[in-house]
């Protein structure tokens, strides 16, 4: 019998995914299960998504540029870009298959096998993936919950700098843990990438979703880092289209786009109609993100009520995105969320949740910790929380 590769098998499952067979074993028993594990929320894409989807009519499905349709890019910079701030030219963006895509081009694009890249701990699970399938090594930089996941000094960040260091990678807002950046924390991080010549790639797909009173503040405004700076965006979240996969890459660094335009011609052309899709929810008004905002602050403020009056639970109060990280009273919350699908129900429910270790590279973080998606409507959490603290305890007094 043929033998896989190491890569094949040593790449580590998502953490975000790897007990949905648990959960679709539960399904098919009947129980319920509150799907708190992955960023999918349950509100509706802007109408004018929808309509450019039902409106699109060809007699058939071309490719597309590698880079995206003109029309797209053209409508990105002017209809979207350019209203955040964010001052670039249709030379300077190139649209992704998902901004998990544009991640993983970007990381090819800085580094070599053997190189080195710092990311802020807890991070996206899935930067380690692209990493490990690149042969490229994540150097942590630790937070911790308990001063809720504050940005740490620009010491920690020389502390694990070397000569293979090519890139810092961070997530502003941060998934898991929903902190947000400030402009100060920018302007620091960004300091440190110019004093030792590194790439900034930075993630922003969450950037619509910030509930401080201080706007959002992109890299690609670091004055200064302008050749430094790889900007990640995506769709799926902005405007809840997950299923289009569509995101994009925007530097101001020509020799960026060039390198990341040869990767994206090998993968031929992003998705076609997820294009129109996308071209479409550019029209969606203000007052569309102003009440998914309002919806995602309710969303916030009663599941984190709610974790922080469980016993033994402590959860800090994420800036933005929709997630929040939360630590447990159990020893392994792998095996707790485990439990919680193939052994546990209330009234035919249950919940499934994300084990958090899988976010840390350091050995030993996270054991006790999970993340938490508030993705579903107030009463749909009220009654997921209420299984997960019966859970909970009931777990504990096994």
Not at 245 to 251: D, L, N, Q, W
Not at 318 to 336: C, K, R
Not at 364 to 385: D, H, N, T
């Amino acid at each position: 019998m043929p033998h896989l590769s190491n890569k094949a098998v040593q790449i580590p499952a998502s953490a975000i995914r790897k007990l949905t067979p648990f959960a679709n074993a539960a399904k098919r028993e009947g129980v319920k299960v509150y799907h708190l594990n992955i960023g999918a929320p349950d509100i509706k894409s802007p109408r004018s998504a929808v309509d450019a989807l039902r409106n699109f009519h060809m007699e058939y499905l071309p490719y597309s540029d590698s880079a995206g349709t003109l029309e797209l890019r053209r409508a990105l910079v002017e209809k979207y870009y350019r209203k955040i701030g964010v001052q670039i030219s249709t030379d300077e963006i190139l649209v992704n298959t998902a901004g998990s895509e544009a991640v993983d081009f970007a990381v090819q694009t800085c580094c070599d096998a053997g190189d080195e890249v710092i990311v802020i701990e807890p991070y996206y699970t899935n930067y380690f993936s692209f990493a490990f399938q690149n042969g490229i090594i994540v150097k942590p930089v630790h937070t911790d919950i308990r001063d809720g996941f504050k940005v740490p000094s620009i010491e920690a960040f020389e502390a694990v700098c070397t000569p293979r260091t090519r890139a810092v990678l961070l997530c502003n807002p941060g998934n898991p843990t929903g902190v947000v950046y400030s402009r100060e924390d920018m302007l620091r991080i960004g300091e440190f990438c110019r004093r030792h010549d590194l790439f900034l790639i930075s993630d922003e797909v969450y950037r619509e979703f910030c509930y401080c009173d201080e706007p959002h503040f992109s890299a690609l405004n670091i004055p200064g880092l302008e050749q430094n700076v790889i900007m990640v965006d995506s769709v799926s979240k902005r405007y809840n289209l997950c299923g289009a996969r569509i995101g994009c890459t925007v530097s101001h660094n020509a020799e960026v786009i060039a390198a990341i335009t040869k990767l994206a011609q090998a993968r031929l052309c992003p998705p076609v109609l997820g294009q129109v899709v996308t071209l479409g929810a550019l029209d969606a008004p203000q007052s569309y993100f102003d009440s998914t905002r309002e919806e995602y602050i309710r969303r916030r403020d009663f599941t984190l009520a709610a974790l922080n009056r469980m016993e033994g639970v402590f959860s800090p109060v994420p800036g933005g995105a929709f997630y929040t990280i939360a630590e447990l009273p159990v020893d392994s919350s792998e095996d707790f969320a485990r439990w919680m699908l193939t052994d546990f129900r209330l009234d035919s429910q249950t919940v499934m949740v994300t084990p958090a270790a899988s976010f840390y590279c350091t050995p030993g973080e996270g054991l006790k910790q999970i993340r938490i998606a508030y993705v579903l409507e107030v009463p749909e959490l009220e009654k997921a929380m209420q299984v997960l603290e019966a859970g909970l305890k009931a777990y504990r007094e096994r």
